[in-house]
């Protein structure tokens, strides 16, 4: 079932007052396609909307997954939406986004009707991971930007909808292993990979577990999951980077910061640069802190 078919799912979830902000991090890191705040007295009450193209149950346990590290969001309402022009809604719910210096985020629909002249990431807004209107995509983004260098070859670790490893192609990487541990989501990669007139072989779409089962080096490596995946990650990364590679991650909010430049540091990782937007963090780093551009972090 469409969203233009004639419903959607929803999911409502509460936490103290003053934290909307987070709520619309979580609600877009679970897959929400559009949230609306809900008035009330003393909580920050937010309604997501889920496409039926999956289950209720599905959402759920995405949204339960995403919400797990905040032990005061609660899940206070769902069920189900009809009988409203949702296709219109829908589209509406993702307007064009300039994200750092260069890249313009934006569905197809409005291709045709943008005039300037940004490099543009066509992505269709699916249940995978990254559309570009969280946060955490955004700094990733600014770190492809200023880190990928043009004929490199990269590993996008959690791809998810493929805007990385695209961002990272029309910056002008040669070639990016973009993996996935849900198999589900290379589809909707390779649908945005065809958006984007980009050659089969530029992007190579693998489901896989982190860097499990890949061999080789490359010369620039992405990760935009979390906190946890990304430290279990770290320790294989120098030998994939070989010695003048830059690994750029994102995921991480400011709480985290400290935490995981220890890790970086443990494992042999200088940090060259880093980016945050909201409570959300993202850094570069390098085997080799004379390749990149240094900053103080």
């Known amino acids: 079932m469409k969203p233009e078919e004639g419903y959607w799912w929803y999911i409502t979830i509460e936490m103290d007052d003053g934290n909307e902000e987070a709520l619309l991090s979580l609600a877009d890191l679970s897959g929400s396609i559009g949230s609306e705040f809900i008035e009330t007295s003393g909580k920050s009450v937010l309604k997501s909307y889920y496409r039926s193209t999956k289950s209720l149950e599905y959402w759920l346990g995405r949204v339960q997954e995403t919400t797990e590290p905040w032990p005061s969001v609660n899940i206070v309402d769902m069920g189900k939406i009809e009988n409203k022009n949702w296709h219109k809604t829908w589209k509406d719910a993702f307007p064009p986004l300039e994200v750092g210096e260069k890249f313009v985020v934006m569905a197809p629909w409005h291709k045709e009707g943008y005039k300037g002249d940004r490099t543009a990431l066509l992505i ?6 990254g559309t570009g209107y969280h946060e955490s995509t955004q700094i990733a983004l600014e ?16 791809t998810g909808s493929g805007i990385l490893s695209i961002a990272a192609i ?17 589809g909707e990669a390779r649908a945005n990979l065809e958006l984007n007139e980009i050659d089969e072989a530029a992007v190579i779409l693998e489901e896989g577990d982190l860097l499990e089962g890949f061999f080789g080096t490359v010369d620039f490596l992405i990760a935009n999951i979390v906190f946890d995946p990304l430290v279990r990650l770290i320790p294989k990364v120098p030998e994939v980077l070989g010695h003048k590679g830059i690994a750029l991650f994102s995921g991480l909010t400011l709480k985290e910061k400290a935490e995981f430049l220890a890790v970086l540091s443990e494992n042999g990782l200088v940090p060259v640069d880093e980016a945050a937007k909201g409570d959300w963090w993202g850094v570069a780093a390098s085997s080799s802190p004379g390749k990149s551009q240094k900053k103080d972090i």
């Open 124 to 129: 269709y807004p699916g249940s995978a991971f």
């Open 143 to 158: 770190l492809i930007e200023r880190q990928v260098t043009k004929g490199g070859i990269g590993i996008d670790i959690g």
């Open 170 to 186: 029309k910056t002008g990487a040669k070639k990016v292993f973009a993996r996935d541990l849900d198999p589900a989501v290379l």
